[in-house]
């Protein structure tokens, strides 16, 4: 199987770059022109031949292609060979993607989808839901419960036993000091829901 990667922006060309396969295709919604003129889109996609991971930061962006994609296809997990995994005892999902630095402990549920950036460290016991983007330096305590689609910002931190809802973003070194119930976006220090 072909591993291919669909979509063409910054977090799609770092993936490529950390996968290191030069002849890597890239599939997107408009059609692709690669440097050798050849034409890619969704709908050249194969099945029989293409094995696919959706390299989309937003999370209801990258829902919205998977349901587009043929129910099908095969996804392959990337896995950084410089993250850090501490315990066999950690699921991750297929189509997720782990990138270097990461830090991930022990008795970790990632499921499907899911984006763990740069230099990320998850706690114990910590379940991520489809469809979440951690971002890049984000600190996830242990006995965490995030949802579906959620979006965790650049330097953000979680503390231990924290949930959050689904479709909640945390904004840019934000601080989760409490339960999240209500989708939204949250900022500040400690984050509370933008009003």
Do not use: W
Request: glycine fraction near 10%; aromatic fraction near 6%; charged fraction near 20%.
């Amino acid at each position: 199987m072909e591993k291919v990667i669909i979509g063409a922006g910054g977090f799609a060309r770092e993936i490529k770059s950390a996968l290191g396969l030069n002849d890597i295709k890239f599939f997107v919604d408009d059609l692709f022109i690669d440097e050798k003129n050849n034409i890619f889109g969704l709908s050249n996609l194969d099945i029989e031949k293409h094995i696919a991971i959706i390299a989309i930061g937003s999370p209801e962006e990258r829902e919205k292609i998977k349901k587009r994609l043929p129910n099908n296809l095969e996804y392959f997990t990337y896995i950084d060979r410089r993250a850090i995994i501490l315990d066999k005892n950690i699921n991750i999902g297929k189509g997720s993607i782990i990138c270097a630095g990461a830090v991930l402990t022990t008795n970790i549920n990632i499921g499907e989808h899911v984006i763990i950036n740069l230099n990320v460290t998850i706690g114990h016991d910590t379940r991520i839901n489809d469809f979440t983007t951690v971002s890049p330096g984000a600190n996830i305590s242990g006995n965490c419960l995030i949802g579906k689609k959620n979006y965790i910002g650049s330097n953000s931190c979680i503390r231990e036993g924290i949930s959050l809802c689904d479709n909640v973003i945390v904004g840019l070194n934000g601080a989760v000091t409490a339960n999240i119930q209500e989708s939204g976006i949250y900022i500040g220090i400690p984050a509370k829901i933008k009003g």
